[in-house]
């Protein structure tokens, strides 16, 4: 069974950074895609981040891209969230996914594991 539990979440202040983790287990997690997404109360969860199987292709949403960065390390099996510059409509749940994908998607229709979230919370 695939479990992946993200950690590293907290309360920061505006413009401090963070570095969010996720443990993937259960599967060849270098033969997997994975993403992060993010969720606020009454709104649709939305895509932040995704990187390839092997590491060599990522992509960000707008809102993110020049301040968040995404990276994996296959050996550790884990991804990470490296979040620059934070600002207060950052503030979310942040959930990773894995995605039979090899590059990943902004889909989260193409992902088939989540982890249960770490809460991020940026103050003015």
């Known amino acids: 069974q695939v479990q992946l539990v993200e950690s590293g979440g907290g309360l920061v202040q505006a413009g401090d950074s963070l570095r969010l983790s996720c443990a993937a287990s259960g599967r060849s997690f270098s033969s997997y895609g994975m993403g992060w997404f993010r969720q606020t109360p009454g709104k649709e969860r939305e895509f932040v981040a995704r990187?390839?199987?092997?590491?060599?292709?990522?992509g960000y949403a707008d809102s993110v891209k020049g301040r968040f960065s995404i990276s994996r390390d296959n050996a550790k099996n884990t991804v990470y969230l490296q979040m620059n510059s934070l600002k207060p409509e950052d503030t979310a749940l942040y959930y990773c996914?894995?995605?039979?994908?090899?590059?990943?998607?902004?889909?989260?229709?193409?992902?088939?594991?989540w982890g249960q979230g770490t809460q991020v919370t940026v103050s003015s």
């Open positions: 990187i390839s199987a092997s590491g060599g292709s990522s």
């Open positions: 996914a894995s995605s039979p994908y090899r590059l990943g998607s902004y889909d989260q229709n193409q992902y088939d594991y």
